[in-house]
């Protein structure tokens, strides 16, 4: 693990969470002897499967903090490609444009110099096409209103606008093209290059995700069209609908008709207990209910997936400052916690039986700062973690509540479980639990929860953030 230099100034180091709504936007503030250097880790925010999930803040927060900083950054973190996580670069252009940015880190899995990354990348983006156009032609139902929520998040792109504009690719495009500094595209073992003023102030930091490309087997990518394989057809062939809105994915030669086929196939689908049932008739129309009340559940589990694929390729920064260690997790699922949690050689199916790592339980036993992966979601921060973790640390979750899942089928995010047992660990703070009063927008926190107040260190509510003081 890479040792950070001795500070060589007075101060103190600082997080602050804006709150945006349902993304991330963190800022961190190290004391430095040429004054304060800053480091944003992501940007973003999305509606959701709610729609309620962005709360049209991230434009003034943006602003808030370019006049804290005065516009330099010493370091942007890109966690992963999620509208959740981005999208703020690219609705804030014309503010970002005016920054003098030392360095930018991005996930190796963002990297244009490797064939089979850029494949990979595409695969998604036609998969998060597909599966939204395939949305938006069947019936809308609480499913589909959860896919688009997840392919918006993917793409950045929704069917009806969110405020404020923006999308991945602009934000992509702008991060790596347009700031006036090269990107460096980092998985775990790799060692990032900090500026020198970060240097100088005593900041250290170690990649711990995600897999790097020889270890693919790690995103849980093996196969990546297993169970999503009929999304990733040709764009505009699947795009193509009739007039009735109906998905026309293949053209007419292959399309047939009920009787083109014999009375025996439509058996299964024949009226079952009812006297009479005649099987040489072609039970056509229950054939097909029966498709469509099926396909939006084949549709949830590839967008699901698709979800997972993209959380696990998040960019996890373990930073170190005057014996402080600060865990940003990005959205990082299991497979790339296990990938530097455990010291396996391959994923396996239930790494509950392994022990912890050396540096895993190093790390986790002695950790300043967590910022709670995925959200608080169900699939991150797995068990085993929060069992290794201390108790002397605050942990900090950007949410906001009923955007994403439901409690009746413990999908909540965040995931109340979770949050119960890192409160147990930690002094926990949501971005929803405090109010917001900027730029002449003012909103109620959303969960009314007093904040703790922390072992070591101090938080502090300001008009549109919370702070923590280490």
Known sequence: MAQ??????????????????????????????????HILVDCGVTKGKSGQGDIATIKSAVRHMARETKYKLALIVVTHRHQDHIVGFSRCADEFAKFEVGAIWMPYWETEYAAKVSKFQEELE???????????????????????????????????????????AKSLDLLKTQLGVKPQYLAKGDRPKLPPALVAAGLGADVLGPPPEDDFAFLKLMDLKKGSGQYFGNASAISKADKAGRLRPFGPEFIAKATDYPPRAFNEFAPRGVEGTDYKQRYAEQLEQAARAATPDAMFRAAKALDALLNNQSLVVLFTWNDKKLLFAGDAQAGNWEYWLYDLDKPIKDPSEETLGDDGKDILSSLDF?????????????????????????????????????????????????????????????????????????????????????????????????????
């Open 126 to 168: 036609a998969v998060a096409f597909n599966l939204g156009v395939a949305a938006l032609a069947a019936n809308p139902n609480e499913l589909t209103q959860e896919i688009l929520g997840i392919v918006e998040n993917a793409t950045g792109v929704s069917a009806t606008e969110g405020p404020g504009g923006g999308s991945n």
């Open 370 to 470: 967590y910022k709670v992966g995925h959200h608080g979601s169900t699939n991150a921060t797995p068990r085993a973690a929060v069992e290794a973790m201390g108790n002397e640390f605050v942990s900090m979750c950007s949410v906001e509540e009923g955007v994403f899942g439901k409690k009746e089928n413990e999908s909540e995010v965040p995931r109340t479980p979770l949050l119960t047992a890192l409160g147990k660990k930690s002094t926990l703070v949501r971005s929803d639990q405090f109010p917001v009063a900027v730029e002449g927008i003012k909103l109620p926190a959303a969960v009314r929860r007093k904040i703790g107040k922390p072992k070591r260190g101090k938080l502090v509510v300001g008009s549109c953030f919370v702070d923590y003081l280490l």
């Open 4 to 37: 950070a230099k001795k500070r060589t100034s007075r101060g103190r180091l600082r997080v602050r969470m804006y709150r945006v709504g349902f993304g991330d936007f963190f800022l961190i503030t190290v004391p430095s002897a040429k004054g304060p250097q």
